[in-house]
């Protein structure tokens, strides 16, 4: 059985204490709103609205902003203080569009998501795993629209489990499992409980597929690796549960391109050697990649 500490632990600040980089984008009426409008308003319309909440939430929410520019001035550290804010200012607006975007899918039919993902890049390294029956532990980040990445994933005949923890916000919590779950998308809710760690074995042994974000780890016993030239830590579950059952792990990511989504999947790896660390410099190299090629989609209000 692979090690359940090491794959039910949750940061220690999940659902304890109010985060104090939350911002208003990230509040449960913005959710509802965002749901409620993309069933009435054309896309073009509600990204000029979302546009114009974000630069007031860039503006009236100081201590988020401020982080998301020490980060980005962490990661590009020879980026002006201009190219910093224009930058900053850009990602809000671009989380406030993911936001219509994922409430706009709840209704949308098959025709009209091939339309807006068109495309996955490396598709076949998923569907050749997905094949082999071990399931597959596909890790991502907080670059793109991560939630709408299941949903793609799912309607493309993919049986998917997104393993999350608790927001420390019930509504959030309840919206977005409701969410998933109209569209056939289980959750595994991962608060410390030795079940948690049962449901995602169990998935994987039926052949599914385990998604997980993996760039924000506050808990103990992180595995560390070079991130952006700095040392940071990522969980041992992917790799834990790699080794444990057979099941490759796979980085895979959706982001957006103009006016349309790509999707974008990595090789395959299998934790074959007993240490964690080559996986984690795996998966902190596929992410660092993909900042720097979308630097604008990278969502990270949390302090480094």
Do not use: C
Not at 35 to 60: I, N
Not at 76 to 81: L, M, T
Not at 293 to 303: E, S
């Amino acid at each position: 059985m692979a090690n359940d500490k090491a794959i039910s632990e949750r940061p220690a600040a999940a659902g304890e204490s109010t985060r104090t980089y939350r911002h208003g984008l990230a509040r449960p009426s913005s959710y509802k709103i965002g749901y409620s409008l993309g069933k009435w308003l054309p896309r073009g319309a509600l990204f000029v609205l979302a546009d114009l909440l974000a630069d007031a939430t860039h503006w009236t929410n100081p201590e988020p902003a401020r982080i998301l520019r020490a980060n980005l001035r962490s990661a590009f550290p020879r980026w002006s203080e201009r190219e910093v804010e224009v930058l900053s200012k850009r990602i809000f607006r671009n989380f406030a569009r993911n936001l219509v975007d994922y409430g706009r899918f709840d209704t949308i039919t098959d025709e009209a998501l091939d339309r807006l993902i068109p495309s996955a890049q490396n598709l076949h390294f998923l569907e050749e795993s997905f094949s082999k029956g071990r399931g597959v532990i596909l890790v991502t980040g907080h670059i793109g629209n991560w939630e709408l990445g299941a949903l793609f994933f799912a309607r493309h005949g993919f049986r998917i489990n997104v393993v999350t923890i608790p927001e420390g916000r019930e509504r959030i919590d309840s919206i977005r499992g409701a969410y998933r779950m109209r569209q056939d998308i289980r959750t595994i809710v991962v608060d410390g409980s030795p079940f948690s760690s049962l449901e995602i074995v169990a998935a994987l042994r039926r052949g599914e597929i385990v998604a997980m974000l993996v760039d924000r780890w506050e808990g103990t016993g992180g595995v560390p690796s070079k991130f952006f030239g700095a040392e940071r830590r990522f969980p041992r579950g992917p790799f834990v549960l790699s080794r444990a059952t057979g099941a490759p792990v796979i980085p895979a990511y959706i982001v957006r391109e103009g006016s349309i989504y790509r999707g974008v999947v990595d090789p395959p790896f299998f934790m074959e050697e007993p240490e964690d660390e080559p996986g984690a410099r795996r998966v902190s190299e596929s992410l660092e990649r993909m900042i720097r090629t979308y630097p604008d989609q990278w969502y990270n209000f949390a302090p480094r």
